[in-house]
Structures are given as C-alpha cells and as structure tokens.
C-alpha cells in the first residue's frame, strides 16, 4: 500500500500560479511511474501529467505550455508547477502512483494507476 498526501491547492485569480506537493510513501523507483489527474465538477476525471522515476515524462497537449511535473527523488516527493491559470483549470487536483513498472512514456489514463490520493482543490476566479 502507498500513501500519497497532496498539498498546495488553494484559490488564485485568472493568470497566476500554484505548486502542488504530493509526498509518497514510497521510493520513486526509475521504472515507477507518478501523475497528475484532476476532476472539475460533473466531469471525467482526466490525466494532467506523469512522470516516471528516470524522469521522463508525459502532459496533456493543451496543458504543457503552463504545467510542469517534477519530482525530488530525496524527498519522495511529487511537484506541479502550474503557471498562467485559467478558470477552466478548476477542479481538485489528484495525485496518482503506479503499481510497479509502468510504461514509457508514463501513462496518463486512469488504470496506469493503483494508489491515489485524497486531492487537493484549485479554484480560478475570473
């Protein structure tokens, strides 16, 4: 079983920017994958980011410009940096690990994962 605890979310206007934070419980393995998802009210949950332990990674086309996905192998940590926010980009924001050995490049579906966390909220004013 992995613990995954995200922080970070908060409310920010349109145009600025937030860090979210997810500490695992476990050791970032190079073959491990972690992501990003996150869910806007009445939608599908959707894949926002990966990345796996030898540090390649994966965005979603519309979100690559704004978002970036980091890890602190040291720390057992999980990083968003999303700059540049829009009010479309509200929803809560999930964090995500993988069983054991994941794809390249990391997956951004749902089932590439087995351990999540609880979500953090971002909510974008206009």
């Known amino acids: 079983q992995v613990q995954l605890v995200e922080s970070g979310g908060g409310s920010v206007q349109a145009g600025g920017s937030l860090r979210l934070s997810c500490v695992a419980s476990?050791?970032?393995?190079?073959?491990?994958?972690m992501g990003w998802f996150r869910q806007a009210p009445g939608k599908e949950r959707e894949g926002v980011a990966a990345i796996r332990g030898d540090g390649s990674t994966s965005y979603t086309n519309s979100l690559k410009d704004r978002f970036t996905i980091s890890q602190d192998n040291a720390k057992n940590t999980l990083y968003l940096q999303m700059n540049s926010l829009k009010p479309e980009d509200t929803g809560m924001y999930y964090c995500a690990a993988s069983a054991g050995w994941c794809t390249v490049p990391p997956p951004l579906i749902r089932g590439g994962y087995r351990y999540w966390g609880q979500g953090t909220q971002v909510t974008v004013s206009s």
């Open positions: 476990r050791y970032f393995y190079s073959s491990y994958c």
